[in-house]
T-cell receptor, first 113, second 115 residues
Framework: QQQVKQSPQSLIVQKGGISIINCAYE??????FPWYQQFPGKGPALLIA?????SEKKEGRFTISFNKSAKQFSLHIMDSQPGDSATYFC????????????FGKGTSLLVTP | EPEVTQTPSHQVTQMGQEVILRCVPI?????FYWYRQILGQKVEFLVS????????KSEIFDDQFSVERPDGSNFTLKIRSTKLEDSAMYFC?????????????FGEGSWLTVV
């Protein structure tokens, strides 16, 4: 059972453009929604995270939008740069389950010069 | 910046052999995790460990897997009688619960190849 569905699988954006990655979750017990960035051969690195009591969180060029009623959240990368080219994973976690994260399948982002 | 360190970075083992993957979590973190990632696939939760015992485990974490915190700094994952399908990148992670949530820091991974 896939608890977190992520789309698109891959994304190509021009430098300076906006990258948008979407996720939907099924488990209403999730109360923590992080996004991770992973470069080839490296471990996932936390990018930004949100709790369901807020609808948006912004950190620099990265913004999470959260829609609790629709059980959806998305990552927006403004002014995308070639250095942002990586795989992005959304995840959901439940504080009552030790925050074990359920990851989406990932989105491979390529930002072209 | 503190980091989670893992050893070995890559291990090749024969099917049926036992493997131990080692991790040094970030000091003062209280939660420890193992995740795995089969090549090209998503990151999958295996097990979480808190207060010297397993707090959660997934269906993947069956009897061939075990975890241990043998001392105050190391956290290990043992895979008994490895199978070909155990070939994957294994990530150790640690976290410290905050009022906001749970910032989980991942190590660089141990790439396990079972032949």
């Amino acid at each position: 059972q896939q608890q977190v569905k992520q789309s698109p699988q891959s994304l190509i954006v021009q430098k300076g453009g906006i990258s948008i990655i979407n996720c939907a979750y099924e488990n209403t017990a999730f109360d923590y929604f992080p996004w991770y960035q992973q470069f080839p051969g490296k471990g996932p690195a936390l990018l930004i995270a949100i709790r369901p009591d807020v609808s948006e969180k912004k950190e620099g060029r990265f913004t999470i939008s959260f829609n609790k009623s629709a059980k959806q959240f998305s990552l927006h990368i403004m002014d995308s740069q070639p250095g942002d080219s990586a795989t992005y994973f959304c995840a959901g976690g439940d504080s009552n389950s030790g925050y074990a994260l359920n990851f989406g399948k990932g989105t491979s982002l390529l930002v072209t010069p | 910046e503190p980091e989670v360190t893992q050893t070995p970075s890559h291990q090749v083992t024969q099917m049926g052999q036992e493997v131990i993957l080692r991790c040094v979590p970030i000091s003062n973190h209280l939660y420890f995790y193992w995740y795995r990632q089969i090549l090209g696939q998503k990151v999958e939760f295996l097990v979480s460990f808190y207060n010297n015992e397993i707090s959660e485990k997934s269906e993947i974490f069956d009897d061939q897997f075990s975890v241990e915190r043998p001392d105050g700094s190391n956290f290990t994952l043992k895979i008994r009688s490895t199978k070909l399908e155990d070939s994957a990148m294994y990530f150790c992670a640690s976290s410290s619960i905050t009022t906001f949530g749970n910032t989980i820091y991942f190590g660089e991974g141990s790439w396990l190849t079972v032949v």
